[in-house]
């Protein structure tokens, strides 16, 4: 399988715990994007690298949440002192261009107790 | 600040039939514009890519149109089944050097009844 996959595909922790997903994007995808989608809502830009440079980050993207992509390829989100607010699907994209199609990954599904 | 509508929230129709789904935006200084599909607690599946030069994309039984200027989208779906129930997303990526992201709708939820 050649798509995006992301790891877990669900995290149940407590309020108080630190998290850390990672996406593994489409290989010859230099592009990397990371999401958060609530129920009901679409989904929420988080941030972006080229490479294993990070470019744009969001308002949403708290100094709680850390995200690296340390050697241009896989990428990993951290969340520190998880908060119940921070229950939602995380999501990972992948493109060739940023002009291109991005790809997305299942998700990952954390629930913060 | 981007926003994007998609209306309306839900829609509900016989096999067969052919439908509308609408996006508008409010910011027409965009790049391009996609449409997803969602599946209950999955990932999004992209459907069709329509650069800001295009006014549409076709995809089998989907076509997409674009309407830069009045910042308005539409994604046709003719002769629907039921295995086209999802969420439909629609997202614009805003043009202008260093802006990536994608702002997406709230979607709209589709139920194709047999």
């Known amino acids: 399988d050649t798509g995006v996959s992301q790891n877990p595909r669900h995290k149940i922790t407590k309020r108080g715990q630190n998290v850390t997903f990672r996406c593994d994007p489409i290989s010859e995808h230099n592009r990397l994007y990371w999401y958060r989608q609530t129920l009901g809502q679409g989904p929420e830009f988080l941030t972006y690298f080229q490479n294993e440079a990070q470019l744009e980050k969001s308002r949403l993207l708290s100094d709680r949440f850390s995200a690296e992509r340390p050697k241009g390829s896989f990428s990993t989100l951290e969340i520190q002192r998880t908060e119940q607010g921070d229950s939602a699907m995380y999501l990972c994209a992948s493109s060739s261009d940023p002009l291109n199609e991005q790809f997305f990954g299942p998700g990952t599904r954390l629930t913060v107790l | 600040k981007q926003e994007v509508t998609q209306i309306p929230a839900a829609l509900s129709v016989p096999e067969g039939e052919n439908l509308v789904l609408n996006c508008s935006f409010t910011?027409?200084?965009?790049?391009?514009l996609q449409w997803f599909r969602q599946d209950p607690g999955k990932g999004l599946t992209s459907l069709l890519l329509?650069?800001?030069?295009?006014r549409e994309q076709t995809s089998g039984r989907l076509n997409a149109s674009l309407d830069k200027s009045s910042g308005r989208s539409t994604l046709y779906i003719a002769a629907s089944q039921p295995g086209d129930s999802a969420t439909y997303l629609c997202?614009?990526?805003?043009?202008?050097?260093?802006?990536?992201?994608?702002?997406f709708g709230k979607g709209t939820k589709l139920s194709v009844i047999p």
């Open positions: 329509i650069q800001s030069s295009q």
């Open positions: 910011d027409s200084a965009i790049y391009n």
């Open positions: 997202a614009v990526r805003r043009s202008g050097a260093g802006s990536y992201q994608l702002t």
